[in-house]
């Protein structure tokens, strides 16, 4: 869920050193305003990390940033994208459209990325709105269900499939590229082993959790996906974070120590509420507070309820596999959960 703090997302360039630009670009959205993009300048050729959402306000706005540090966007050889949200990916297909870049996208994301074009080829909402209806929301997918998709243009098989443990060689950079599924199945992050940093993407924010279990393909454990990937960062030596949301910190350990203990606290919060009597997704998420704001859930606007109603399915499913819920699916394909029988 999302609360941004004004600071980081001030248009701009900022300056990381050895040739890096933070370029933070603008968002159709009052909760998150910004996403950075990242310009890695090696010569006269750059690389981005993420494209932003192809929108003209930001295409405008990632041309002025290149200008104030003397280069032009037919300067960017490739765009190396971290997942399939469109805030990530969809300015990558325009650059590459206009400027003939290379775009990269991890292995792991193509279900996502199918299934968005399957989508809108069959004139259909895309499947991750049918959990929804496993969640007991079938008002709020009604309501979905009326958002027009007029985007499918932005939606493009990338030139490359990156595949996990992949080393990318970017003149004298090399990055790692690491598979962190649960934001999105195929999100990865990119990591410089030798100048200590962590091209995060949405994987690890400083400020916000990204959001879990909302991706147009569905998986079966999105948060334990996420939990295990969290894990898998942690033991890399330590960096500095490099998100896509929010501002450059000097721990990634530290924020993925947070990052963990929050969502321990919320199982715990999830079960409190089945406990107490309710028993769908939908109705554990209206009884739960939201973002850093504890905002309720009828303050939020109809995706971000999404967001939420997927963000609690996603941690009940966590608690059955840890055997402290159980679920019966009704007729009508509702999961009802509940405790388990008590052990003798």
């Known amino acids: 869920m999302t609360d941004s703090p004004a600071e980081w997302d001030a248009s701009g360039v900022e300056d990381l050193g050895g040739g890096i630009y933070r370029i933070p670009l603008p968002l159709p959205?009052?909760?998150?305003?910004?996403?950075?993009?990242?310009?890695?300048?090696?010569?006269?050729?750059?690389?981005?990390?993420?494209?932003?959402?192809a929108?003209?306000?930001?295409?405008?706005?990632?041309?002025?940033?290149?200008?104030?540090?003397?280069?032009?966007?037919?300067?960017?050889?490739r765009v190396l994208v971290t997942h399939v949200h469109r805030d990530h990916y969809t300015q990558a297909v325009s650059l590459r459209e206009q400027f003939g870049c290379h775009v990269a996208l991890g292995s792991g994301e193509r279900a996502n990325l199918f299934e968005l074009l399957a989508a809108f080829s069959e004139q259909r909402m895309p499947r991750q709105f049918e959990a929804l209806r496993r969640a007991g929301a079938g008002r709020?997918?009604?309501?979905?269900?009326?958002?027009?998709?007029?985007?499918?243009?932005?939606?493009?098989v990338p030139d490359?499939?990156?595949e996990a443990d992949a080393r990318l060689h970017l003149g004298s950079r090399t990055l790692r590229v690491i598979s962190t599924p649960g934001h999105t199945a195929g999100h990865v992050v990119f990591h410089d082993e030798s100048a200590n940093l962590l091209f995060a993407g949405d994987h690890v924010l400083p400020h916000i959790t990204p959001s879990i279990g909302f991706q147009p393909s569905l998986v079966p454990f999105p948060l334990r996906d996420y939990l295990a990937s969290l894990r898998l960062v942690a033991a890399l030596p330590d960096a500095r974070l490099l998100p896509a949301h929010g501002m450059?910190?000097?721990?990634?350990?530290?924020?993925?120590?947070?990052?963990?203990?929050?969502?321990?606290?919320?199982?715990?919060?999830?079960?409190?509420?089945?406990?107490?009597?309710?028993p769908t997704a939908?109705?554990?998420?209206?009884?739960?507070?939201?973002?850093?704001?504890?905002?309720?859930f009828a303050e939020l606007d109809p995706f971000n309820q999404l967001l939420a109603?997927?963000?609690?399915?996603?941690?009940l499913d966590v608690l059955v596999l840890q055997e402290r819920l159980r679920t019966v699916r009704t007729d009508e394909g509702v999961d009802h959960f509940g405790l388990p029988p008590a052990r003798r």
């Open 55 to 77: 929108l003209s306000e930001s295409q405008r706005q990632l041309e002025k940033s290149f200008s104030e540090i003397g280069l032009s966007l037919s300067q960017i050889r």
């Open 248 to 278: 450059v910190t000097d721990s990634v350990h530290k924020r993925v120590s947070a990052l963990l203990a929050h969502h321990e606290a919320r199982l715990e919060a999830s079960l409190a509420v089945v406990r107490a009597g309710a």
């Open 29 to 53: 959205s009052d909760a998150l305003r910004a996403v950075n993009v990242y310009a890695i300048c090696e010569g006269e050729d750059v690389v981005l990390i993420d494209g932003g959402w």
């Open 309 to 315: 109603v997927s963000e609690t399915l996603a941690h």
């Open 282 to 296: 939908y109705e554990v998420a209206e009884i739960l507070r939201w973002t850093r704001r504890e905002r309720d």
């Open 140 to 156: 709020l997918m009604a309501q979905l269900r009326n958002v027009p998709a007029n985007d499918s243009e932005q939606w493009q």
């Open 160 to 162: 490359e499939w990156l």
